[in-house]
């Protein structure tokens, strides 16, 4: 596997590729990789001739007070399981090759009414940052088809806008959360858990199932909204937000709407802040 920094050799890697008449598939990541993101490049690996991984830790998608300092940065342990996956290169960039005029100073690029709820809500401009650094890296990376994990159901979602706006000609791919033998869903962020926090952490995953059972058994979304908010709570959990939504659009359901629906849930465990979701099939 070859690692690359410059956006020069990145392209002339993927042109030589092209005109051997190979597809490309990219996977972009902040690094930090776990089982997740190797299962999302094990789909790209099945799907195109080539592929392309990306680490970079966005700054323009971290709010003030956020995490962009202590986030992970694992480069070599990177590199050797991209290595193992099967990854062909690896796009490493400085913070000046994806943003040459300087973070602040960047062409943003804003997904409206899909970003206003949920996530986009509690993290102000964080989405912004998501679709504009994943515009970037679209545009040097010249992907046939990427591929994002379903654990950022939102972020998947306001990327498939994104790319259905600008017609831009790259297949959106998701996979699905990989999660431990307990239902904690994999995150680079479950490594800030003290050991008491781990242990309570797996109710996130415990209470959306519940969601689901008992919305199948013909409670209301509305109902229980309420009852997975409180359960969170009473486990220690400061929840931001415990919604039921329509998985189309993340938009609030019909109050009798039975089809389509998908439960999210962000919430803050100590100093840790973790997301999931489950689809109501
Ligand atoms: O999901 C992530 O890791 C990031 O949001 C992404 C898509 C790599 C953009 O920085």
């Not at 972020?155 to 790319?163: A, F, N, P, S």
Request: with cysteine; net charge negative; aromatic share 6%.
């Amino acid at each position: 596997m070859q690692t690359v920094t410059d956006a020069a050799a990145l392209r002339a890697t993927v042109r030589g590729w092209r005109s051997a008449g190979q597809n490309v598939g990219f996977v972009p990541t902040m690094g930090n990789l776990h089982a997740g993101h190797h299962s999302l490049l094990k789909l790209a690996r099945a799907r195109a001739d080539r592929v392309v991984a990306s680490v970079f830790v966005n700054p323009t998608q971290f709010g003030p007070g956020e995490d962009f300092e202590r986030y992970p940065r694992t480069l070599a342990q990177d590199q050797a399981g991209l290595a193992e996956a099967g990854c062909d290169v690896l796009f490493a960039p400085d913070v000046s090759t994806l943003y040459p005029f300087g973070a602040g100073a960047s062409v943003s690029i804003h997904v409206p009414v899909i970003t206003d709820t949920l996530e986009g809500a509690h993290r102000p401009g964080h989405f912004d940052g998501v679709a504009t650094v994943v515009a970037k890296l679209f545009s040097l990376v010249q992907p046939d088809l990427a591929v994002f994990g379903q654990k950022d159901f939102q972020q998947l979602k306001v990327i498939e806008r994104m790319v259905a706006d600008l017609s831009l000609s790259v297949k959106v791919m998701s996979a699905p959360t990989l999660r431990d033998d307990d239902g904690l869903a994999l995150s680079s962020r479950n490594q800030y858990l003290s050991p008491q926090e781990r242990a309570r952490a797996p109710q996130i995953h415990a209470t959306l199932v519940q969601m689901k059972d008992l919305f199948a058994q013909g409670h209301s979304w509305q109902a229980l909204e309420q009852a997975a908010r409180a359960r969170l709570e009473r486990a220690g959990f400061v929840p931001d937000y415990v919604a039921i939504r329509r998985a189309d659009d993340l938009a609030e359901p019909a109050p009798e709407q039975r089809e389509g629906l998908i439960a999210l849930v962000a919430a803050r465990l100590g100093g840790t802040r973790l997301i999931d979701n489950l689809v109501f099939d």
